[in-house]
């Protein structure tokens, strides 16, 4: 199964992003969408798995969970805005990624993009940095790979030039 992974969009979506996207059979979005024109605009490419960020309003928490646990290709995934990344886990994250056991730990909100197993819960922690305008980070970027019964396989990072809109 083919997944698109994308964060902090802070309401801009085009078609640079969207073209990464097109052959993917789910797309998951970690927080900061910024507008449901975002993920309106994803809903027409592939399936959505979304949790809300800190900079989402009312609309988007009403639509969108805070995390994401679930089951798929036989690997447990969570998917959270703000995490933190290892070894500096967010308040109540570690103890929580010890409960859950999850095979895929994604979360957004850096704008840093970051892949790296973590013994702290045995399981590969993902940031896909940030794909919108809005921050301090030069090249936006945004992930792809293959999701099998044995994990992450296939990874991409895409990076597009923040300049070009």
């Known amino acids: ?86 070894p500096r886990f967010s308040p109540g994250i570690l103890s929580k990624l010890r409960e859950v056991k999850p095979n895929i730990f994604i979360c957004g909100h850096s704008h840093i993009l970051l892949v790296k197993f973590c013994p702290e819960f045995n399981g590969l922690h993902l940031n896909p940095g940030a794909a919108g305008l809005y921050g301090n980070h030069l090249v936006r970027t945004l992930m792809r790979f293959d999701l099998t019964s044995k994990g992450v396989k296939n990874l991409e990072v895409v990076e597009i030039n923040r300049t070009l809109k």
Request: aromatic share 6%; charged share 25%.
């Open 1 to 86: 199964m083919k997944i698109g992974l994308l964060s902090d969009t802070h309401s801009h979506i085009c078609e640079r992003v969207i073209k990464h996207l097109n052959d993917c059979d789910e797309i998951w979005h970690s927080g900061d969408i910024g507008s449901l024109h975002v993920t309106n605009t994803l809903a027409k490419i592939a399936p959505l798995r979304v949790v809300y960020g800190n900079i989402d309003g009312k609309k988007i928490r009403n639509e969108f969970p805070r995390d994401q646990i679930f089951t798929l290709e036989e690997q447990t995934v969570w998917i959270t805005h703000i995490g933190g990344r290892p």
